[in-house]
């Protein structure tokens, strides 16, 4: 049973433009979630999050939106640049322990 | 500041083998996490280790197993290995109370089974 969808495995972006990467989820205990990027060779590291008492959070080029009745969170990228290409992977956790629930990853890449 | 260590960082078991994985947590940290990851999907969790023992676990079976010491490193032990078990294991530390987003991972072990 997967509680964290990204449904599209992959996305291709214009340099410039904006990025968004779309996760729902379906179990109600979640009360934080989280976005990670990954590259090749590498961890996945932590992006942004966002706790189920708000609908926005922002950092730099990066916001993450929640909407709560539809379960559903995306990712906004603006302006998007090379260096965001990866694979980013939406991530669900609740009562504010650190045993995340992952969604598949969408391999974002950045056409300069 | 060090970061998350993980060895071997490849390694090719056959079926029915033993492995076991290694993980030296960032400074500061107190709390190791493991997670699999198999090709195509997303890390999935396997356990959680804090203050020696073990603190939650996910749906893994009991061959699936851990420890950790007192500097806070971490071994991920497989035992009768399965050729479901080829997967990228990633190690993660935290520091515990100090929330998710703090999670640290390192950059993995491929384990292949022949």
């Known amino acids: 049973d997967q509680q964290v969808k990204q449904n599209s495995p992959s996305l291709s972006v214009q340099e410039g433009r904006i990025s968004i990467l779309n996760c729902d989820y379906t179990n109600s205990m979640f009360d934080y979630f989280l976005w990670y990027k990954k590259y090749p060779a590498e961890g996945p590291t932590f992006l942004i999050s966002i706790s189920s008492i708000k609908d926005k959070n922002e950092d730099g080029r990066f916001t993450v939106f929640l909407n709560k009745s539809a379960k559903h969170l995306s990712l906004h990228i603006v302006p998007s640049q090379p260096g965001d290409s990866a694979v980013y992977f939406c991530a669900a956790n609740w009562g504010g322990n650190e045993k995340l629930t992952f969604g598949t990853g969408t391999r974002l890449t950045i056409i300069p | 500041e060090t970061g998350v260590t993980q060895s071997p960082t490849h390694l090719i078991k056959t079926r029915g083998q033993q492995v076991t994985l290694r993980c030296s947590s960032q400074s500061g940290h107190n709390t190791v996490s493991w997670y699999q990851q198999a090709l195509g999907q997303g890390p999935q969790f396997i356990f959680q280790?804090?203050?020696?023992?073990?603190?939650g676990r996910g749906n893994f079976p009991p061959r699936f197993s851990g420890l950790q010491f007192p500097n806070y490193s971490s071994e991920l032990n497989v035992n009768a290995l399965e050729l479901d078990d080829s997967a990228l294991y990633l190690c993660?530390?935290?520091?515990?109370?100090?929330?998710?987003?703090?999670?640290?991972f390192g950059a993995g072990s491929r384990l292949t089974v022949l």
């Open positions: 993660a530390s935290s520091l515990s109370g100090a929330g998710a987003n703090v999670l640290t």
């Open positions: 280790y804090y203050r020696e023992e073990e603190n």
